[in-house]
């Protein structure tokens, strides 16, 4: 079963903890991406990778780090320095970066700060 | 900055009804629009694309239109079923390279 592949399902950090949320893609994708998710907001672009090594900021990637490996995996860790890191995280890929390819997303990761 | 806006935010109606949900955007400047499905707790199910080219594309009882030149985007849905109950996200691509940005959707409800 071709997908994205998203782990955990749910995952609690206490204050001042960094944690990772695990993104697999066996599609065979070359670009990946990390949108958060807040109530009453659209989805919005953390970080993007076009191709292994190579990685990119997008609109809010204060507080976060990302990293790219390997052409399948694309973890995302949330920092401490993210002051609101309670939200939905959704991994997305498509084919490559260009404009006309459709983007396919996991199933998510919710994160809430105890 | 383009900004994707849906119209209506929530949608009730009896199962069997024809229904159309609404995307508009500020920016024509647009390489193609996606439809997603959301259900609740869930990731995103892509359910149509249509290239900046296209008029519109067609998955079994849905229908998506495009007018780029008036930045709207509509999704018609025939004969709706409760398993229709979702949220409804579009997002527009553009920029040099393939960001989506995305309305904030319609919560729509089938009752049976």
């Known amino acids: 079963d071709g997908g994205i592949t998203q782990s955990p399902k749910y995952l609690f950090r206490k204050e001042g903890q960094n944690v990772t949320l695990s993104c697999e893609q066996n599609?065979?994708?070359?670009?990946m991406y990390w949108y958060r998710q807040d109530p009453g907001q659209g989805l919005r672009l953390i970080y993007y990778?076009?191709?292994?090594?190579?990685?990119q900021k997008g609109d809010i990637a204060e507080g976060y780090s990302v990293s790219r490996e390997k052409k399948e995996s694309f973890p995302l860790t949330v920092t401490s320095a993210q002051k609101n890191p309670t939200a939905f995280y959704l991994c997305?890929?498509?084919?490559?970066?260009?404009?006309?390819?459709?983007?396919?997303f996991g199933q998510g990761t919710r994160l809430t700060v105890v | 900055k383009q900004e994707v806006t849906q119209i209506p935010a929530a949608l009730s109606v009896p199962e069997g009804e024809n229904l159309v949900l609404n995307c508009s955007f500020t920016d024509s400047a647009i390489y193609n629009l996606q439809w997603f499905r959301q259900d609740p707790g869930k990731g995103l199910t892509s359910l149509l694309l249509?290239?900046?080219?296209?008029r519109e594309q067609t998955s079994g009882r849905l229908n998506a239109s495009l007018d780029k030149s008036s930045g709207r985007s509509t999704l018609y849905i025939a004969a709706s079923q409760p398993g229709d109950s979702a949220t409804y996200l579009c997002a527009v691509r553009r920029g040099g390279f393939q960001k989506l940005v995305f309305g904030t959707g319609t919560r729509l409800l089938v009752s049976p």
């Open positions: 249509i290239q900046s080219s296209q």
């Open positions: 997305a890929s498509s084919i490559d970066l260009a404009r006309s390819t459709e983007a396919f």
């Open positions: 990778s076009q191709i292994v090594n190579d990685f």
């Open positions: 599609l065979n994708h070359d670009a």
